[in-house]
């Protein structure tokens, strides 16, 4: 069964620093999406992405996030400066189609210092 | 109003019995509904779609209303591999986008 795949699943990381985390999607997909969920809390959205740009992102993706599709199977998120309220699980998520189900990777729990 | 509201419970059930979850949303524009299912510390994972006219799963049974906004799950001769968090999923205005409800947490014990 295709799914989605996140790497790293666990990255720890000190206040200031960048971070890229990637994503590889369901190959046969066009909807791209980040989701983080801080511990005990919802799953909020930040971005998504379809076509090579941003369909919407929500307040929390400012100018420290960016999103990039380097290639034909790549999907990441970069953070360019962390802070210490950036720590939480990051999911990415991918569907076939505007509104349908989307589908979610494992995760990579960013952990800030 | 938020976006997508759940009563966050818990609701602790016995094996067997039968437990519904009921979702309030804002945006009358949404056009798509889920159930997702999370468990501790994974992804949240398609449950199954919400149609207008119900949908049955098996042992699920999901539910729409959208003049009062309203979804529902019904879930039917619990099992103990059913405990976990039930999100609510609602797409927003434009389709960009899938948002979430903080959950309803299920036990199901023996």
């Known amino acids: 069964e295709p799914e989605v795949t996140q790497t790293p699943s666990h990255q720890v990381t000190q206040m200031g620093q960048e971070v890229i985390l990637r994503c590889v999607p369901i190959?046969?997909?066009?909807?791209f999406y980040w989701y983080r969920q801080i511990l005990g809390q919802k799953v909020e959205f930040l971005v998504s992405?379809?076509?090579?740009?941003?369909?919407?992102k929500s307040e929390i993706f400012d100018d420290q996030f960016s999103v990039e599709r380097p290639d034909g199977s790549n999907f990441t998120l970069k953070i360019r400066s962390t802070k210490l309220e950036d720590s939480a699980m990051y999911f990415c998520?991918?569907?076939?189609?505007?509104?349908?189900?989307?589908?979610f990777g494992q995760g990579t729990r960013l952990t800030v210092v | 109003r938020k976006e997508v509201e759940q009563d966050p419970g818990p609701f602790n059930v016995p094996e067997g019995a039968t437990v519904a979850f009921n979702c309030t949303y804002s945006?009358?524009?949404?056009?798509?509904f889920f159930w997702y299912r999370q468990d501790c510390r994974k992804e949240p994972k398609l449950l199954m779609s919400?149609?207008?006219s119900g949908n049955e799963d098996g042992r699920f049974t999901a539910q729409l209303n959208r003049a009062s906004q309203y979804i529902s799950l019904l879930i039917r001769d619990s099992k103990l591999s059913d405990s976990a968090t039930y999100l609510c999923?609602?797409?927003?205005?434009?389709?960009?986008?899938?948002?979430f409800g903080k959950g309803t947490t299920l036990s199901v014990s023996s």
């Open positions: 999923v609602v797409n927003n205005q434009a389709g960009t986008a899938l948002i």
């Open positions: 998520a991918s569907s076939g189609g505007d509104g349908t189900e989307a589908f």
């Open positions: 190959s046969n997909h066009l909807y």
């Open positions: 992405f379809y076509n090579n740009e941003i369909s919407e």
């Open positions: 945006n009358s524009a949404s056009q798509s």
């Open positions: 919400v149609y207008s």
